[in-house]
């Protein structure tokens, strides 16, 4: 049985295919409890959910993830302070499977 939150990513991904999205950009906010039911502080790390058709995932600081870990099955992609976060964000990028030029929202946090 889905939780309520995979239903929300299921009614996220319906209208995104309407409206020809490919990628939504969450920061930490309600947005983000409500899709994810993860609310992670907000500061100067960089910190979002990611949601396109085929994948969902988290770039977040990897001193957050063990703590943010056990509210989420959703998947990592953790960055170190000394390293920053752009590998990490490529990696997310590219497992999300974007077209070339892609449609995005971002969320207004």
Do not use: C
């Amino acid at each position: 049985m889905s939780s309520p939150h995979d239903q929300r990513l299921i009614a996220l991904r319906r209208r995104m295919s309407e409206t020809g999205t490919d990628l939504v950009a969450i920061g930490p906010s309600s947005h983000m409890m409500y899709l994810a039911g993860l609310d992670p502080h907000g500061d100067e790390r960089p910190v979002m959910l990611l949601v396109s058709q085929s994948h969902a995932g988290f770039l977040m600081p990897a001193l957050n993830v063990d703590s943010s870990r056990q509210k989420t099955g959703l998947p990592f992609f953790p960055w170190r302070d000394d390293d920053g976060p752009n590998a990490a964000l490529g990696e997310l990028l590219k497992a999300s499977g974007l077209p070339e030029a892609p449609n995005v929202v971002l969320d207004e946090t």
